[in-house]
């Protein structure tokens, strides 16, 4: 659902319609659904031709291959957002923002699995990440005499993307845990290179990877 409200055609607004051609406040709402996983994942999967020895010789037999998740369902997204559009100056100057919040919920990942489980990792309902920030753009058109014409503009914004629920934590080059980033990049800092040999002595250092002069700090 969305919704938008043009103050500037409004009656009250009127005595400022000679600086102002359009105020526009709009605002939204949705949900979408994913299902972007293979089929039947809520079942095992038995599979035959793995043979085995008894009595001396070898048995037909069959194995579970595929781990289940009997209770998967689709993920969700909740979006929301709110913003505003604003014409001044017979359209040479406008301004746009908006601010969003959008969260995703029973994200469909394979949790990570010990070394010894035996089975590739199951598809999951695994948690959910909120994304939300906001973007503004500005810009100013013109025309001088009837053959030029220029359009200027500038926009910004900013995201923030935080991991709100994951029950296994996961942390390699990538991190899975509550209040990161989603998915984020881990590992150890860049901080410069070593210049002295007292820098090589004295900076903390990687376990088992010696260092010398022109190495990389971490």
């Known amino acids: 659902v969305s919704l938008g409200w043009r103050i500037s055609e409004e009656e009250f607004f009127k005595n400022y319609a000679n600086k102002i051609d359009e105020f526009k406040l709009r605002g939204s709402y949705g949900e ?12 095992s999967k038995i599979s035959l031709g793995l043979n085995y020895p008894f009595g001396g010789a070898i048995s037909s037999g069959a194995g579970q291959t595929k781990s289940s998740s009997p209770n998967l369902i689709w993920e969700s997204a909740s979006s929301f957002n709110i913003g505003f559009d604003l014409s001044l100056f017979n359209s040479k100057l406008m301004v746009s923002a908006e601010y969003y919040d959008r969260l995703t919920d029973d994200i469909l990942i394979s949790i990570p699995v010990s070394s010894i489980y035996g089975l590739p990792a199951p598809t999951v309902n695994g948690g959910s990440m909120k994304n939300s920030g906001f973007e503004i753009e500005t810009g100013h058109r013109n025309r001088i005499g009837d053959k030029l014409s ?4 500038f926009n910004i914004g900013l995201n923030e993307n935080k991991t709100i629920r994951f029950p296994n934590p996961s942390v390699g080059s990538r991190i899975y845990k509550e209040e990161y980033p989603w998915g984020g990049f881990y590992g150890y ?3 410069g290179l070593y210049q002295t040999d007292s820098e090589v002595k004295n900076h903390p250092k990687v376990p088992g990877a010696p260092v010398q002069k022109g190495d990389l700090k971490f």
């Not at 220029?150 to 503009?153: A, E, G, W």
């Open 150 to 153: 220029y359009n200027i503009s």
């Open 32 to 43: 979408v659904g994913n299902n972007a996983t293979a089929d039947y994942q809520y079942l």
């Open 189 to 191: 800092e860049y901080a």
